[in-house]
């Protein structure tokens, strides 16, 4: 009596991992469905992570920008203030739209949507809300979650994660932030913008901790001059929510100095992610995981047990969107039969502050490391016409290139756009292109673009405007 729905693929997770992976493996002709458990499709990324968080990076620029920069271009505004509410729904809307648009494209592509949480009750076998589906292929794409620290609980009110400081009710006389990651910068750097006394404490003695160094001291003290307070080499040993605020202890990270006190309205902890992988059934069927919690899996997305595949932050690399969406389109091209492969060093890495930091490839330091010889090559916005005429010149592009060969081996920018900026490169270094290559095409004029080219020129100490 085995009246069981079968699918070639059941996927756990609708995060861009998931739901793109769902897409591809729909397209390839495979009956896919997409377990989830939240009242909507799209993940941390869509919900509460990448897309809400760019909605309010972008209100609070508009607001910083009128309120600090429009008069220098001619503009005067009077009574400016921040509506916090309108602020919010535009941010729900934006995400609204964007977790709608998802449940769109299943049914465009004939995805089922599973609702409730997933179990790998068997191999080949996924039970959601008690219901027993069989599936050739199981893919696990649940994604990550919020860490704390030791003694600091997350109550979502006062000490908050990611989550919550995307949902503060008033912006907040003082903010400390936890971590100076990509979290902790993208998220103080609104509140900052918004009026909030944001200090950033972070345990390494430099912020934006496996970026590019120069790129670090560059962006610290870019974002000083904005007002943002940072304490390095220091580690928060706890924080007490009470009626009065957050009491904060705080003490050299190599633990000799003594310690001192801070207080706060809201503390945001940002000190990582780790892999999702709660309820699962991982332990039952056997799936392994490594000693960070992470499935492990070979090249091809397989765990160790046959018909069972992990893709996205609940595996080894950066927990990023954009790579779990480039696993999921392997996996599902593999699981279709094709050949598939993702290039790891060339997994762009952006900063959605402003100015925006990007990087892709290697760094100074780790070509230093391997013992690679290398030239350099740097440009600032602040010799470019475009970037000038936008009251926009911090930052610089900088272009590593093979000492032998000329291959691009990394780039790292600070500035404008940097994020759409380093597109161009990537797509060189797919192509394992030279910094000639970059520096021989025609860049229109006059546009940020020209930043890249000038420092590909200048790998060759040829720029031309500086
Ligand atoms: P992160 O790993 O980027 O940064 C955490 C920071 O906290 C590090 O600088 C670390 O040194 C510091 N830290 C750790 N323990 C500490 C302690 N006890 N005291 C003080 N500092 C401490 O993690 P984050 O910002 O929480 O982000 C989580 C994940 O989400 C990351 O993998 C990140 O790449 C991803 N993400 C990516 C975004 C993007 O691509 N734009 C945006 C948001 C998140």
Redesign the pocket.
Do not use: D, N, Q
């Given at each position: 009596m085995s009246s069981q729905e079968t699918y070639d693929v059941v996927i756990i997770g609708a995060g861009p991992g998931g739901y793109v992976c769902a897409i591809r493996c729909a397209q390839l002709g495979m009956k896919t469905a997409v377990v989830e458990k939240r009242a909507t499709l799209g993940g941390t990324c869509l919900n509460v992570?990448?897309i809400p968080?760019k909605a309010l990076l972008s209100t609070s620029e508009k607001y910083e920008e009128a309120n600090h920069s429009f008069k220098g271009f001619g503009i005067d505004i009077k009574g400016l203030s921040v509506n916090l509410k309108a602020m919010m729904k535009h941010k729900t809307d934006v995400v609204s739209a964007n977790t709608a648009g998802i449940e769109y494209l299943f049914k465009k592509n004939k995805i089922d949507w599973l609702k409730g949480a997933g179990v790998i009750s068997a191999k080949g076998e996924v039970t959601v809300a008690e219901k027993k589906y069989k599936a050739k292929h199981i893919v696990i794409a649940t994604g990550?979650d919020v860490v704390s620290?030791p003694g600091i609980t997350i109550d979502e009110k006062q000490i908050v994660s990611?989550t919550g400081a995307l949902e503060l009710p008033a912006v907040p006389k003082k903010l400390v932030v936890?971590?100076?990651?990509?979290?902790?910068l993208?998220l103080g750097c609104v509140w900052s913008r918004l009026g909030a006394d944001v200090t950033v404490?972070?345990?390494?003695d430099e912020?934006?901790?496996g970026m590019d160094g120069e790129i670090r001291k560059e962006s610290r003290k870019i974002f000083e001059k904005q007002g943002v307070k940072f304490k390095t080499s220091?580690?928060?040993t706890s924080a007490k929510a009470g009626k009065s605020g957050v009491e904060l202890t705080l003490e050299a990270a190599t633990g000799d100095a003594k310690a001192e006190k801070l207080s706060a309205d809201i503390v945001l902890v940002?000190?990582?992610?780790k892999p999702y992988t709660d309820a699962l059934g991982l332990d039952e069927v056997g799936v392994k995981t490594d000693e960070r919690g992470r499935i492990k899996t070979d090249a091809h997305f397989k765990t160790n047990i046959d018909g069972i595949y992990a893709i996205g932050d609940v595996i080894a690399g950066?927990?990023?969107?954009h790579k779990a969406e480039e696993e999921g389109v392997v996996l599902a091209e593999i699981l279709a039969g094709q050949s598939g492969h993702l290039d790891y060093n060339l997994v762009p890495?952006?900063?959605?502050t402003w100015p925006e930091v990007a990087n892709i490839g290697q760094t100074e330091e780790q070509l230093k490391q391997a013992g690679i010889a290398y030239k350099k090559g740097k440009f600032p916005f602040s010799a470019n016409g475009r970037a000038r005429a936008m009251g926009a010149t911090e930052g610089f592009v900088k272009i590593l290139a093979d000492a032998r060969t000329d291959q691009v081996l990394g780039a790292h920018i600070i500035g404008p756009e940097a994020g759409t900026l380093i597109a161009e490169i990537a797509a060189v270094m797919e192509f394992r292109g030279s910094a000639e290559d970059i520096a021989r095409t025609c860049h229109a004029h006059p546009t940020l673009e020209e930043v890249v080219k000038e420092a590909a020129l200048a790998v060759d100490g040829r720029p031309l405007h500086i």
């Open positions: 992570g990448c968080s990550s620290l990611s936890i971590g100076g990651g990509v979290i902790g993208e404490i972070e345990f390494l912020i934006l901790p220091t580690k928060v940002a000190v990582g992610r950066p927990m990023l969107a890495g952006v900063v959605y």
